[in-house]
């Protein structure tokens, strides 16, 4: 790791690392400093749920239609492993943390999973 930077980009979500590849392609030495365990900050998919791993959901992030299709193609982000997995017709979002919030994911999950099943039927 270099020990002077041109730029430090504080955050790695989505827009800090648009701005962080502008700036390095500019020549500029840049650091990206995150402060969780991985990049994408809102944009990341994770497993919220301990006891449905297999339903995977985007933090916040859950269209791409304010994502400016001259950045997807000037920084070749389809090189990059850029895709888009289109949604079904619903979408769920769980944001509680209580007990009853904890019900009403699961339920929220379970509503998924029969939804898929009968979109596969
Ligand atoms: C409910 C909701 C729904 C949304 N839906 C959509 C949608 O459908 N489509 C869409 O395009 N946008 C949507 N947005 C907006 C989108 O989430 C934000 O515009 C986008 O995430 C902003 O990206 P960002 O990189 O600026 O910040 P973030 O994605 O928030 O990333 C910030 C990053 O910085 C890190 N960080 C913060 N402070 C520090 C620090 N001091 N040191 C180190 N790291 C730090 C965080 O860990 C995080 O990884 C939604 C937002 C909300 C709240």
Not at 33 to 52: D, I, N, S
Not at 101 to 113: I, K
Request: aromatic share 6%; net charge positive; proline share 5%.
């Amino acid at each position: 790791m270099a020990a002077t930077y041109d730029a430090i980009v504080v955050g790695g979500g989505h827009n800090g690392l648009v701005a962080a590849a502008y700036l390095a392609r500019s020549g500029a030495r840049t650091l990206v400093l995150e402060g969780r365990h991985k990049t994408g900050g809102a944009a990341t998919t994770e497993a919220p749920w301990p006891e449905a791993p297999e339903f995977k959901v985007t933090r916040l992030s859950y269209v791409m239609s304010l994502m400016p299709p001259t950045i997807i193609k000037d920084l070749d982000l389809a090189r990059h492993g850029y895709q888009i997995y289109p949604m079904g017709g619903h979408a769920a979002l769980g944001c509680l943390a209580s007990r009853a919030g904890r019900g009403a994911r699961a339920a929220a999950a379970d509503r998924a999973a029969r939804h898929r099943l009968a979109q596969a039927a």
